[in-house]
């Protein structure tokens, strides 16, 4: 755990050390911004339901451009090589990095709380539902954050790892939206395996178990195959 931690705060301090994170997160907030607004002032509706739809979109592009450096650029600056000769597991580099990930996520979402606020001010909110689905964003970031990971663990190359993470991450993003041209067997496959289908089933105010395992399967698959990935590496 202390290997972890050590991991997870250098890597976390490394985003605020550039003006890239701030660049990725202004856009992502003025993207989310405008959606929102629109929704209240051209609609005259103050809800959170635009927020929650246009977000799950947004990830599928910011998340990867989040991820894409993590494990890429240690391989390519050779850093990587210097935390091998430290007695750290693969699995603790992977997962360091990726908890430090998750609080960059984490605090993109915190500051749309201000859009939430707005909407408690400005109409009804149910705030049990509000806050199931800001649980159920975390949990989306944190499946398309264990995408990119995997994918910032093949490749020297963070264009390639961005590129490599954003395709997987919309094939999953895409799947429940093209089941009405597909068989009712394969459909009821392919709607489970959807990401943004158990998202939807959280923000509608119901946590359940199936969505649960649904995520945190995913997560641990895409770590497990970046363990895998550094392990080869190291084997090399």
């Not at 009405?180 to 359940?208: K, T």
């Amino acid at each position: 755990m202390h290997n972890i931690l050590s991991i997870g705060r250098r890597e976390f301090r490394s985003y605020f050390n550039s003006p890239a994170a701030y660049i990725v997160i202004t856009f992502f907030l003025v993207i989310a911004g405008y959606f929102f607004t629109s929704n209240l002032f051209l609609m005259n509706q103050a809800n959170m339901r635009t927020l929650f739809g246009i977000v799950p979109l947004l990830f599928v592009f910011f998340v990867p451009a989040i991820s894409m450096r993590l494990i890429a650029e240690e391989k390519k600056s050779g850093t990587i090589e210097l935390l091998y000769t430290y007695p750290i597991k693969d699995s603790e580099i992977v997962i360091g990095k990726y908890l430090a990930a998750l609080g960059f996520v984490a605090i993109m979402l915190l500051l749309t709380t201000v859009y939430a606020i707005s909407t408690s001010m400005l109409g009804d909110m149910d705030g049990g539902q509000v806050a199931a689905g800001y649980i159920g964003l975390l949990l989306l970031g944190a499946a398309y954050l264990a995408i990119g990971v995997f994918a910032s663990s093949i490749t020297e190359n963070q264009i390639v790892a961005f590129i490599v993470a954003l395709s997987i991450s919309f094939v999953f993003f895409i799947l429940d939206k093209i089941l009405f041209f597909l068989p009712l067997s394969l459909a009821s496959i392919l709607e489970y395996l959807s990401i943004e289908y158990h998202f939807q089933n959280i923000a509608r105010g119901v946590i359940d178990t199936r969505n649960l395992i649904y995520y945190f399967s995913m997560i641990f698959v895409g770590l497990l195959l970046a363990s895998h990935a550094l392990s080869r590496r190291r084997g090399d």
